[in-house]
């Protein structure tokens, strides 16, 4: 074959190349790309109340594919934190990497530590003389649960608890290297560059040990609107000293707002700080004497603290380890404010929570599918018949049942609906649906979104537009050829 022959011939291919493999490539994926679960990118939480802790959390012990690191205060061996105790042995025999911190000032934590270490994992007594406070277990390093509940049975069945699970790699990161640092040296305050992440109209910040005093000053001083506190432990010192000093201005900058401010302390230690409050005009009451409310939760606007730290002086400087974040973000505030002001009516363990549980936030899809997934929903209030509602919206249709109900047996279980979204035949692009999750009476929610990104579709070629394509490009060679002879090439 002589050089215009293949010339020829090598043009015509690549001319069938570029007409004919763009049509042949497949669905080209748009917005977010490659399908993305919790276990990759973004930023979402789930609050979690009272005793919908103990579902949602075996759920993602079950799931754990690489370690679970446990940093806990209160750990008990009786049941319901016995059934943890197994998934946890039940993960390390899987392979999965399981490491438990406890304080070893808690005599009774031995008994749980020596289950789980009679069961083959790696479990360590701190007896450092920094007291661990922290009830804070990190997954997988995608997923991260702080908030109040103790591994106990009154905290996962009797308490006002609450938490929240937040699933971003960079905040999971963050606290994973706290948890390194005391497993580690507990005798050292871990030393971390705080962590902030911003998205989708939300924004995470952490705290912990001393720095969190810091946290909840801002979010008291910056205050214009509402100002809730729900404390454990609050104490108040007439004559301060040291970092009795830091106590007190807090409880001084709630009467700096009593304008707005609400208070609901359970009665532990907490007699100077609710004369002191009432005294100065700042609405304060105390829980029901038949429920323990072993909260630290500050709402400020439309921004939350939710951490382990009492307000004494131990907790708000480095003596005690401690973890906590700033949540920004007015459906977050909006929720943690209706679990607030149900205890504050009556006094008690609210009793229709809903605690709704999407395990994946992006979704992919062709134009004109039907799309399903699963949507858990646990029960955290304090009755078991209870029933409840979820409300669909956004930019495509969801049919889901939208009053779901059942007969709780025990705190493990929940429920799992199923969602459909049919997606139009002439979609393209990103679009965002809602699920929100009602209590009975509608008066506490929380919103979850879901994006879907439907795929760009370029139409398959016809058998008569691939012939006028091969046609065309044969007879463009042909043109070139001929022009190229009469110009006198050889």
């Not at 190349?17 to 790309?33: D, E, I, K, T």
């Not at 197994?86 to 031995?110: C, F, P, Q, T």
């Not at 909840?216 to 000293?241: E, F, G, H, K, W």
């Not at 707005?260 to 002191?276: C, F, N, P, R």
């Amino acid at each position: 074959m002589g050089f215009s022959s293949f010339r020829r011939v090598s043009a015509l291919i690549l001319v069938l190349l570029l007409f004919y493999a763009p049509f042949h490539a497949g669905p080209a994926a748009s917005g977010v790309g490659a399908t993305r679960s919790w276990d990759s990118e973004g930023l979402h939480i789930i609050p979690i109340e009272n005793y919908g802790y103990a579902p949602m959390l075996k759920h993602l012990i079950d799931n754990a594919t690489s370690y679970i690191h446990i940093s806990m205060n209160v750990m008990s061996d009786y049941e319901p934190v016995k059934t943890l105790l197994d998934s946890l042995i039940s993960a390390k025999n899987r392979g999965v990497d399981v490491l438990v911190i406890y304080e070893g000032d808690i005599s009774s934590n031995r008994y749980a530590a020596q289950y789980l270490r009679d069961g083959g994992v790696a479990v360590k007594n701190d007896s450092s003389e920094k007291f661990i406070h922290t009830k804070m277990v990190v997954i997988d390093g995608r997923v991260v649960y702080l908030g109040s509940h103790n591994w106990s049975p009154y905290a996962m069945e009797k308490n006002n608890e609450y938490g929240v699970l937040i699933f971003n790699r960079s905040i999971a990161g963050f606290y994973e290297g706290y948890f390194q640092s005391l497993w580690d040296d507990a005798n050292l305050t871990p030393s971390l560059s705080p962590a902030r992440e911003e998205s989708d109209g939300m924004v995470i910040e952490t705290c912990y040990d001393g720095y969190t005093y810091d946290a909840l000053r801002d979010l008291i001083s910056l205050a214009q609107n509402r100002l809730y506190v729900a404390m454990y432990t609050m104490a108040y010192y007439s004559n301060p000293t040291g970092a009795e000093e830091k106590v007190d201005n807090l409880v001084n900058g709630i009467v700096e707002k009593r304008g707005i401010a609400k208070v609901i302390l359970d009665d532990h230690d907490s007699e100077d700080s609710y004369d002191y409050l009432s005294g100065n005009g700042v609405d304060v009451i105390y829980d029901s004497s038949a429920v323990l409310t072993h909260l630290k939760l500050v709402i400020a606007d439309d921004a939350v603290y939710i951490g382990d730290a009492n307000w004494d002086t131990w907790y708000l400087d480095n003596d005690t380890h401690t973890v906590g974040v700033v949540i920004r973000n007015e459906s977050v505030a909006t929720f943690f404010a209706g679990y607030f002001l149900t205890i504050y009516k009556y006094g008690d363990a609210p009793y229709y929570i809903p605690d709704g549980f999407v395990e994946r936030r992006y979704y992919e899809a062709n134009p004109g599918e039907s799309l399903s997934f699963y949507v858990y929903l646990a029960n955290g209030g304090a009755v078991n018949d209870t029933e409840f509602h979820i409300v669909p919206g956004g930019e495509l249709q969801v049919d889901i049942n939208e009053n779901p109900s059942w007969n709780r047996e025990s705190v493990y279980d929940w429920i799992r609906e199923v969602a459909t979204v049919q997606v139009p035949s002439g979609a393209s692009g990103n679009y965002t649906i809602s699920l929100t999750f009602y209590s009975k009476y509608y008066h506490i929610n929380y919103t979850a979104y879901i994006v879907i990104s439907v795929r760009s579709e370029v139409p398959e070629m016809s058998p008569i537009s691939a012939a006028f394509s091969i046609f065309f490009a044969v007879a463009l060679i042909r043109i070139r050829g001929s022009a190229g002879k009469r110009g006198g090439r050889s």
